[in-house]
């Protein structure tokens, strides 16, 4: 059902960057309701803040249980990439898919507060407590992981290239038995790049690199 779900969907209003403008400077106090929808028997990976994410998961309003963006409408319909816990999804959503397994569904309700806020973000209104059905597909150690920096900079100059980034996605999706095709890998550098190379000079640099600041490399 949760495939059919979205066929259902009207044009998508809007997409995944769209929802990286939700993060607050301030921690919120409200607090984030989690239900498992499923769970799959194995889980030899549980996600954290740094890992690269890939989801499809579907908004809904609670007042009226009106949907406002599906992921399987938006663009092509791929599931979507971020990296969890760095803002680029609202921070109701990072922190509701912490410790999810892939295969994984949830039904997440966000509090205004942790989502769009007072002011909300047009087809959203204000104040508006939002609920996600979200479907964990992958999850991996990804480049934002402070772990992960060390392996990542082979020739250990403290800067990561996008041939260095990538030969540490391949492995990591090889690892996983699941290894991908050229246009796959690129598609996530190009992401990567575009939010972690700050002066667009096609290095990420340690300082680029340390989104949580108190992390040591």
């Not at 407590?129 to 392996?151: C, D, H, Q």
């Not at 999706?173 to 000079?201: C, M, V």
Request: hydrophobic share 35%; aromatic share 10%.
């Amino acid at each position: 059902m949760w495939k059919f779900r979205c066929i259902l969907c009207l044009f998508a209003f809007f997409h995944l960057n769209l929802l990286c403008d939700l993060a607050t400077a301030e921690e919120p106090n409200g607090e984030v309701k989690i239900e498992v929808v499923f769970m799959p028997r194995e889980c030899e990976r549980k996600s954290k803040r740094g890992d690269l994410m890939n989801v499809h998961y579907d908004g809904f309003l609670a007042k009226d249980g009106s949907q406002f963006y599906c992921s399987r409408s938006d663009k092509a319909g791929h599931p979507q990439w971020f990296v969890l816990g760095v803002g680029q999804v609202i921070k109701g959503l990072d922190l509701g898919m912490v410790d999810m397994c892939p295969g994984e569904k949830r039904k997440i309700t966000v509090p205004p507060e942790l989502g769009f806020g007072e002011k909300g973000k047009d087809p959203v209104p204000p104040n508006a407590t939002l609920i996600f059905e979200v479907e964990l597909y992958s999850v991996s150690r990804g480049p934002r992981s402070m772990e992960a920096f060390k392996e990542i900079d082979l020739d250990k100059d403290r800067s990561l290239t996008k041939a260095e980034v990538k030969e540490y996605l391949k492995l990591e999706y090889e690892k996983g038995g699941a290894p991908r095709d050229e246009p796959f890998y690129e598609k996530i550098l190009t992401d990567i790049f575009q939010k972690s190379d700050h002066n667009k000079d096609g290095l990420i640099t340690t300082k680029e690199y340390n989104v949580y600041e108190h992390d040591e490399l």
